[in-house]
């Protein structure tokens, strides 16, 4: 078995990117590139490798960034909202009778 060469390296600071969306990110474009990530002095060290040898490395660096930020805001959006969606889902039970604190007759 041989290694093969990385396509192209690229960074995140921790401090602004979380490991969930690096994840979330590499997996959306695995059928792209699969992603190496290591955390070293405050960063996460992502080696892409290309699964088609003719991709352009730049095109995969482009991909992977555009797609972190994607996966972070999904992820804020999530956060922000999930106060209103647990409202809501409690709105929608309340109202069919599977949360009524009434025993069934024995």
Do not use: K
Request: glycine fraction near 2%; aromatic fraction near 6%.
């Amino acid at each position: 078995m041989t290694a093969e060469a990385p396509a192209a390296i690229v960074t995140f600071d921790q401090a602004t990117v979380q490991l969930d969306a690096l994840q979330r990110a590499a997996y959306a474009l695995a059928a792209l590139v699969t992603v190496d990530i290591r955390s070293s002095a405050g960063e996460y060290i992502c080696t892409l490798f290309a699964r088609d040898a003719h991709t352009e490395p730049d095109l995969l660096v482009h991909r992977i960034r555009s797609e972190v930020i994607d996966q972070t805001l999904r992820m804020r959006i999530a956060q922000e909202t999930e106060p209103l969606r647990n409202l809501i889902f409690a709105l929608a039970f309340s109202q069919t009778g599977l949360a009524d604190s009434e025993t069934p007759p024995s």
